[in-house]
């Protein structure tokens, strides 16, 4: 029962360097999402994906680009890290139809930019 | 818009003590809500949901939640703390129409179990 898997775990940046944080699903969701997590603000979704070949901003989009790149996978990338990135990412998941069906995440990535 | 409030970032109680966590909603459309709980160092799981069926729903762990919308209140209790309850607790709103299940979450609550 894998769910959701993403990679890394870890990472430390430098300001300026780029990455891409992984996600995939094996429960055959339509929707996946990314957020993060910082200290007293709870998530913030950063982009979302309703289904494979769609993705929309969320509430924190800045500095973020995504790719849904089939219905398994959906990617996070940080072009320039800059410090205020600095914080737990988390992947999500939910099935098909709307009304009430629950988001399953993955256990995150660490990420420090120095 | 629709959005939740959680009343204290921090809560301690004694085994065995009864376990409040204050939610509060705001929302145009009845709501769907939802709690979710986060031990350390691990991503979030699902305790419950309400989905405008019953209004008391009972979730894993022996918590359970009410939905009261004269107060627009979803508070998350359990009767008796355990140890292993030590987490942090997210209650988190559905956002109405669009095709998906996109969540706005609260500030969450880190609730201490002192022995």
């Known amino acids: 029962n894998a769910g959701v898997t993403q990679t890394p775990k870890f990472q430390v940046l430098k300001t300026g360097q780029s990455m891409t944080l992984q996600c995939a699903q094996d429960?055959?969701?339509?929707?996946m999402y990314w957020y993060r997590q910082d200290p007293g603000m709870g998530l913030r979704l950063i982009y979302y994906?309703?289904?494979?070949?769609?993705?929309d901003k969320g509430e924190v989009p800045n500095g973020y680009n995504v790719s849904r790149l089939n219905k398994r996978e959906f990617s996070l990338r940080l072009e320039s890290a800059a410090p205020s990135q600095t914080s737990v990412y988390f992947c999500?998941?939910?099935?098909?139809?709307?009304?009430?069906?629950?988001?399953?995440f993955g256990a995150g990535t660490r990420l420090s930019v120095l | 818009a629709q959005s939740v409030t959680q009343l204290g970032s921090h809560v301690s109680v004694s085994e065995g003590a009864l376990v409040l966590l204050r939610c509060n909603y705001s929302?145009?459309?009845?709501?769907?809500l939802f709690w979710y709980v986060q031990y350390p160092n691990q991503g979030l799981q699902l305790l419950l949901k309400?989905?405008?069926?019953?209004?008391l729903v009972k979730g894993i762990n022996g918590f359970e939640a009410e939905f009261k919308k004269s107060e627009t209140s979803f508070h998350l209790t359990k009767p008796s703390a355990h140890m292993s309850d030590a987490a942090e607790y997210f209650c988190?709103?559905?956002?109405?129409?669009?095709?998906?299940?996109?969540?706005?979450f609260g500030t969450g609550t880190l609730l201490a179990v002192q022995p």
């Open positions: 999500a998941s939910s099935g098909g139809s709307p009304g009430g069906n629950i988001q399953y």
């Open positions: 429960m055959n969701h339509n929707s």
């Open positions: 994906s309703a289904s494979e070949g769609t993705t």
């Open positions: 929302s145009s459309v009845p709501p769907y």
């Open positions: 309400y989905t405008s069926a019953a209004t």
């Open positions: 988190a709103v559905r956002v109405y129409g669009g095709a998906t299940n996109k969540l706005i």
